[in-house]
């Protein structure tokens, strides 16, 4: 069983005045996260009752939960107090949350788990190459990590979007900017009368590819998952469902422990 040794809390993020608003988004119904990425994560994890899981950046603790009721010991990690706060409202009192910074799992032992995720959370992490160096640290050399993104090519901060092509009467997406990396604010609550800004880290797949390489991982294995949405009746509504077939919203990544030499 992995370390439970206590730590300094990490300081206090943007996510403390939003954290309600953001777990009602995930939970509801037909949200993505449980018609689309649940499914897929459960699929690529493989998961074996007992073993011991750790979801980095586990947020308000949906999927950490889900890990739980199959039988995983689940530790959930993630830099909101809110947020864990929340996770462990939400989740039996055996469930474990910590506060923590991704890219210093000091607390935890060398090879304490079985398997990993971070599921839409390494995107907004900007140390990712120490958070993956943690990662890889703490995970058994027999392990598997799965990483979940919003689609680094189709989904890029302020600088993708769909569009409408009328003479082909075919939706598309534009996408203005692909191979630089970028730090691009993100409103949090759009609509909220008090404004603040998150950040999100985009990064084309080879910066990726490469991390998780210099990590010591090796990637076997990789995903796209398209929405599971289809438009009402309408002019568009026939290439707006190819487009959602066509055009993934996420991308998983499945990654091993390289062998050590």
Known sequence: MFSKQNRKPAAKTSWERHGKWYSKVVEESGSYQKEVILPGVLTLLDLHKGEDILDI?????????????????????????ELIAIAKKKSPSEALYKVADAANLSFLNVGAFDAEVM?????????????????????????????????????????????????????????????????????????????????????????????????????????????????ERGPRAKAEDRARKEIPLFLAIKAEPLAIK
């Open 119 to 231: 599921i839409l959370s390494l995107q907004n992490m900007e140390r990712m190459d120490a958070v993956l160096k943690e990662a890889r640290r703490v995970l058994g050399n027999h392990g598997r990590l799965v990483i979940v993104l919003n689609h680094p090519t189709f989904r890029i901060p302020k600088l993708s979007a769909w569009g409408w092509d009328e003479a082909q009467k075919l939706q598309y997406r534009r996408m203005n900017a692909y191979m630089s990396e970028l730090k691009v604010p993100i409103e949090m609550h759009p609509g909220a009368q008090q404004k603040e800004v998150t950040w999100s880290f985009h990064r084309p797949l080879q910066s990726y590819v490469k991390a998780l390489r210099n990590a010591g991982f090796a990637v076997t294995d990789c995903q796209e998952w398209i929405s599971h949405k289809v438009s």
């Open 57 to 81: 950046g586990c947020g308000e603790g949906f999927f950490a939960r889900e890990f739980h009721k199959l039988g995983g010991n689940v530790l959930g990690v993630d830099a909101s107090p």
